[in-house]
């Protein structure tokens, strides 16, 4: 049987359930995808969001820890953007933290059954393969399905 995301709604009770945020891979460069969906994290979210990158002391103005360990909070959804071949030492940490976190989120690109089946025998939920801030912005009412806020972009011709 093949492996499959949680449903729309379901993910949509995940967001609204969710109050703390780990990034996994957070990045202090703009240019990468994560500082991306972080700055849209602590702008557009009620979310307390935490980053984890050990190779950096601060991102977006708030400490990076190096490990999920050292994080002051327990998260409630890890989020994470790595290499696939790091996905299961994070899943290793994530497994670890005391209490375990609810949702394992893997972003774009990011597949797994294998894993996501053990993330789930372990008891959480898991989604791959989508973009935390999509999925926000979306069931927020601020992302059309072409991928932009539509609000500011239009067709129509003023009158």
């Known amino acids: 049987?093949?492996?499959e995301n949680p449903p729309a709604w379901r993910r949509q009770q995940i967001l609204r359930d969710?109050?703390?945020?780990?990034?996994v891979g957070a990045s202090p460069n703009p240019a990468r995808a994560s500082n991306f969906v972080a700055t849209y994290l602590l702008a557009s979210t009620?979310?307390?969001?935490?980053?984890?990158?050990?190779?950096?002391?601060?991102?977006?103005?708030?400490?990076?820890?190096?490990s999920l360990a050292e994080l002051p909070v327990a998260p409630?959804?890890?989020?994470?953007f790595r290499r696939p071949e790091d996905l299961g030492g994070v899943l290793d940490e994530v497994?670890?933290?005391?209490?375990?976190?609810?949702?394992?989120?893997l972003q774009f690109g990011l597949f797994d059954e294998e894993l996501a089946r053990r993330a789930e025998s372990a008891g959480?939920?898991?989604?791959?393969?989508?973009?935390?801030?999509?999925?926000?912005?979306?069931?927020a009412g601020g992302l059309h399905l072409a991928g932009?806020?539509?609000?500011?972009?239009?067709s129509r011709r003023r009158d």
């Open 95 to 105: 497994l670890a933290l005391d209490p375990v976190p609810s949702t394992f989120w």
């Open 1 to 3: 049987m093949t492996w």
């Open 76 to 80: 409630d959804l890890v989020d994470v």
């Open 18 to 23: 969710t109050r703390t945020v780990a990034v």
């Open 124 to 139: 959480l939920t898991v989604v791959m393969d989508r973009c935390l801030k999509v999925e926000h912005a979306r069931f």
């Open 148 to 154: 932009f806020d539509t609000g500011v972009i239009t």
């Open 46 to 66: 009620a979310f307390d969001v935490y980053f984890v990158n050990p190779n950096a002391s601060t991102i977006l103005g708030r400490a990076a820890y190096p």
